[in-house]
């Protein structure tokens, strides 16, 4: 029996879906994503791909791996060494097109996200199921689009004209202070954050 039951339960828990949402993002019926995670079948080929596809997460992993709580959001402990040489310029941090962005008077369509963070976006087009800000003419939207037709975004309830869409940014993460006084320092709260996904990873492989 392969881990992907166990794998997509962990990453709809953390990202807080149910599975009707999941079905929907990976074009199942709900009934076949509990059969999935209860380990009463295994997924098609094409299933495994699109998934994969969607979480960054590849093929042998899924099957053969019980993924992190790392490995399902990418996180990575940066490395901090000293330059060898003087010239040596180093990897960047983040994409160079990258920048922080407030969300504060945006439409937030996507439930992951709340005006009080600060999100880390790179320009980019339009990508399906990927956490997006959208920028029109009149409004700014944080999405994950669903469907595009008939020349329209189509994400929950709501529809955007491809031709009222100026600008779209892809969200590469986010950062929300602990505390609504903001108190701490970043390295408290970065150690917190670090502590927290121990116990998160603790409570999910339990």
């Known amino acids: 029996m392969s881990n992907f039951g166990s794998n997509i339960k962990k990453i709809r828990s953390l990202k807080n879906y149910t599975q009707q949402h999941l079905a929907d993002i990976l074009g199942l019926t709900r009934a076949a994503v ?3 995670e209860e380990g009463r079948a295994e997924p098609k080929i094409e299933t495994l791909t699109r998934a994969s596809q969607i979480f960054g997460v590849s093929v042998d992993d899924f099957i053969n791996k019980k993924l992190t709580v790392n490995e399902v959001t990418h996180f990575k402990v940066p490395e901090i060494a000293p330059k060898t040489t ?4 180093g990897e960047a941090l983040f994409p160079s ?9 945006a439409t937030i369509i996507d439930n992951r996200f709340t005006i009080d963070q600060i999100i880390l976006a790179k320009e980019d087009e339009i990508s399906i199921f990927q956490p997006q800000i959208i920028y029109t003419g009149n409004a700014t939207f944080v999405v994950s689009v669903k469907k595009i ?11 955007i004209a491809l031709s009222d869409i100026t600008f779209v940014k892809t969200i590469l993460g986010w950062y929300q202070p602990l505390s609504q006084e ?6 408290e709260e970065l150690d917190s954050i670090k502590n927290r996904l121990s116990e998160l990873e603790k409570k999910i492989a339990d």
């Open 34 to 36: 509990s059969s999935y």
């Open 86 to 89: 003087p010239t040596n310029p």
């Open 149 to 159: 037709a008939n020349d329209k975004l189509l994400i929950s309830n709501h529809a």
């Open 97 to 105: 097109n990258a920048n922080w962005v407030s969300i504060k008077n």
């Open 182 to 187: 903001g108190s701490g320092g970043i390295f």
